[in-house]
């Protein structure tokens, strides 16, 4: 059970990467901020997981769960984006985990995240 769904989540991830040159990596983490997977696009280096972990993707955490708890005055945050000083990081909530793209500043992030919304929706529904 536990290498099929890291398959999915590998795959899953490559479709990501598909999507946009310019994304640098991903992370899926849990409701407790520990790291389930990552990817990191080639030519870029993977970020320091334990700086990261400490402030960049806490900060993810916060942001989605503070915004989930408006959700039904709201509705659903279907994502999170954060410019940076040299690249843009997006947070997409999938179930109790969350999904951290970073990218660099040569992306829409509108147009971005949109698209990763839909493939994010799609994902939830192979679950």
């Not at 991903?26 to 402030?55: C, Y």
């Not at 959700?71 to 984006?81: E, K, Q, S, V």
């Not at 951290?100 to 679950?127: E, G």
Request: aromatic share 12%; proline share 3%; with cysteine.
């Amino acid at each position: 059970m536990a290498i099929s769904k890291t398959i999915k989540l590998d795959q899953f991830c490559k479709s990501i990467l598909d999507t946009d040159r310019n994304i640098r990596s991903i992370a899926i983490l849990d409701s407790k901020g520990r790291l389930l997977h990552s990817m990191t696009h080639r030519g870029f280096v993977q970020p320091s997981l334990e700086k990261w972990n400490d402030v960049h993707y806490m900060e993810c955490m916060f942001d989605i769960s503070l915004g989930a708890k408006f959700d039904d005055l709201y509705g659903p945050i279907r994502y999170h984006h954060s410019d940076k000083d040299d690249f843009v990081m997006f947070s997409f909530p999938h179930h109790r985990n969350i999904i951290i793209i970073t990218s660099t500043k040569r992306i829409s992030p509108i147009t971005f995240a949109t698209k990763i919304a839909y493939l994010v929706n799609d994902f939830k529904k192979l679950d």
